[in-house]
């Protein structure tokens, strides 16, 4: 059975701190990998990866993908209050030739002032 | 601004009553997805539509039926709500494969 697991489940860390949210997956047919912030409302998008190695960035965040390993995780530097929110881990699948995206259950970050 | 509009931000419905809620996109993109979010469970795959008038089971379907008579919307029915039906329903769209996906800003659904 597909799945893809996140880890920690929640995270209380304060202003400044570095943190670093983890996601494991399980996929038939893996095609790629997708981190979202999600606050109030809908999640938006962060990052896509799909090959090894290779590090995105956006301003404080960043993404590697280890398809070796079956991982990914999400760094955040320098937290901000603004960071709190929940992250989702989404894997694109290919099981039967209609592909689909697999979430992790979240990660559920606060950052104190 | 591109989006995907979902008609209701908050809906409580009675046992029994069949509902309906929509989601519209204005992106002009093939594929559509019903997911429903639930405390420790995460976002779970209801139904999902590549093209108009086609549409196929994801992890949760029991209970559930859909539409999409037009390429911008996509609506999930619920033909008898029941009180395990309450939860977060949100609507995503994507271009095709490998593109991401777009969400609506979800509809909050309590069934009394």
């Known amino acids: 059975e597909d799945k893809v697991v996140q880890s920690p489940l929640s995270l209380v860390v304060h202003e400044g701190d570095t943190v670093t949210l983890n996601c494991s997956y399980e996929?038939?047919?893996?095609?790629?990998l997708l981190w979202y912030k999600q606050e109030k409302k809908a999640p938006t998008f962060l990052f896509m990866l799909?090959?090894?190695?290779i590090e995105k960035k956006s301003g404080r965040l960043s993404s590697i993908l280890d398809k070796k390993e079956l991982f990914s995780i999400l760094n955040i530097t320098a937290t901000q209050t603004g960071d709190s929110a929940v992250y989702l881990c989404?894997?694109?699948?290919?099981?039967?030739?209609?592909?689909?995206?697999?979430f992790g259950t979240g990660t559920r970050l606060k950052v104190l002032a | 601004d591109v989006k995907v509009t979902q008609s209701s931000r908050y809906l409580v419905k009675r046992t029994g009553e069949k509902v309906f809620l929509e989601c519209v996109q204005d992106?002009?993109?093939?594929?559509m997805f019903w997911y429903r979010q639930d405390p420790g469970l995460g976002l779970r795959l209801i139904y999902f539509?590549?093209?108009?008038?086609?549409?196929e089971k994801g992890d949760i379907p029991e209970g559930y039926s859909v539409s999409r008579e037009k390429k911008e919307r996509f609506s999930l029915i619920l033909e008898s709500a029941s009180t395990n039906q309450t939860s977060m329903y949100l609507c995503?769209?994507?271009?095709?494969?490998?593109?991401?996906?777009?969400f609506g800003s979800g509809t909050r659904l309590t069934v009394v």
């Open positions: 995503a769209s994507s271009f095709r494969a490998n593109y991401g996906y777009t």
């Open positions: 996929v038939t047919n893996f095609r790629s």
């Open positions: 799909t090959s090894s190695g």
């Open positions: 989404a894997v694109e699948s290919l099981p039967s030739g209609t592909y689909k995206y697999i």
């Open positions: 992106m002009d993109h093939e594929n």
């Open positions: 539509s590549y093209d108009v008038k086609m549409k």
